[in-house]
């Protein structure tokens, strides 16, 4: 079982960034894959970023790609999303996920436990 806590969520102007964080309990969290992904008002949950439980492979949205930054620390049982050059549209709450066969996924359906989810805003 794994417990999942986001924060770091807030208002922010277009161009600014945020870093969000997401903390884990339980013993395995180095050996599970993570993701981020969000969901707008009136839309899908939709996948932002993955990380594989060594941190050596990540896989990102095309919508992102290049302004936000996935990593981990495994000794901290935390794992980031560096955002940077936000745009209005990046307007969502964001979701932290862990699954349990250590990959990249990127399909919310292969992941096992959810956060509550924390909230960006982008003023424009």
């Known amino acids: 079982q794994v417990q999942l806590v986001e924060s770091g969520g807030g208002l922010v102007q277009a161009g600014g960034s945020l870093r969000l964080s997401c903390a884990a309990s339980?013993?395995?969290?180095?050996?599970?894959?993570m993701g981020w992904f969000r969901q707008a008002p009136g839309k899908e949950r939709e996948f932002v970023a993955a990380?594989?439980?060594?941190?050596?492979?990540?896989r990102y949205a095309d919508s992102v790609k290049g302004r936000f930054t996935i990593s981990r620390d495994n000794a901290k049982n935390t794992v980031y999303l560096q955002m940077n050059s936000l745009k209005p549209e990046d307007t969502a709450v964001y979701y932290c996920?862990?699954?349990?066969?250590?990959?990249?996924?990127?399909?919310?359906?292969?992941?096992?436990?959810w956060g509550q989810g924390t909230q960006v805003t982008v003023s424009s």
């Open positions: 339980g013993r395995s969290f180095s050996s599970y894959g």
């Open positions: 990380i594989r439980w060594s941190g050596s492979s990540t």
């Open positions: 996920a862990a699954e349990s066969d250590g990959y990249d996924y990127t399909r919310a359906s292969f992941y096992d436990y």
